[in-house]
């Protein structure tokens, strides 16, 4: 299942409780995204969320740590990250960004790729979509699968998947109101189901 939920970049108060609680609503994969955070506060949060969950989250930084969490086998590679050279943990589930269709021909490593903004940012303001009405994605490239990303509501699971993506990425539509994130969650991944299966 390509469903994946990107976590706030932001710490909150109870973050680790309420992500147990996506993961208990049914949430299939977590991305642990914390651009601001240290090494240390990274790994407490990974040891707050149930290890029963760690096979289902993918690190975006300090990708050491999976030396520490024997579950996790699941790393993501910024771009600029990618494009400096790194060298990649090839025993693990290895994921990327793209922001142009040409670099899908360059991820040869790689399991999955998000490509976005789709539609308008939820969680970045301004931040402008594709023209989705022109957006064709290469035919024929089943070797790695393309998560849309960026805007995706509960009125844009259909688009996603009529314009040919092979999942999708939500942030925004999940973090924007905490008290409502496992409803939106739910819906979403009700939405998903009945579209994608």
Not at 83 to 91: L, S
Not at 130 to 150: C, F, M, S, T
Not at 175 to 190: G, H, N, P, Y
Request: charged share 25%; hydrophobic share 40%; aromatic share 10%.
């Amino acid at each position: 299942m390509s469903f994946i939920v990107i976590s706030d970049p932001l710490s909150f108060e109870h973050e680790s409780e309420l992500i147990n609680l996506l993961f208990e609503t049914g949430m299939p994969l977590f991305h642990l995204r914390k651009p601001g955070m240290d090494i240390d506060s990274y790994a407490k949060l990974i040891s707050l969320i149930d290890s029963s969950y760690h096979n289902r989250i993918a690190l975006h930084q300090f990708h050491e740590l999976v030396s520490d969490f024997a579950l996790i086998k699941r790393l993501h590679y910024p771009e600029k990250l990618r494009t400096e050279g790194c060298k990649y943990e090839q025993d693990n589930v290895l994921s990327t960004s793209i922001h142009s269709l040409n670099e899908l021909d360059k991820l040869q490593s790689f399991d999955y790729a998000f490509y976005g903004p789709v539609f308008n940012s939820i969680s970045k303001p301004g931040y402008i979509g594709l023209d989705v009405g022109k957006l064709e994605l290469p035919a024929g490239n089943k070797r790695i699968k393309l998560i849309a990303l960026g805007g995706i509501e509960l009125d844009k699971v259909e688009k996603v998947k009529l314009i040919g993506f092979d999942g999708l990425a939500v942030l925004g539509t999940i973090w924007r109101d905490k008290k409502q994130a496992v409803f939106e969650i739910k819906s979403l991944i009700d939405k998903y189901n009945e579209t994608f299966n």
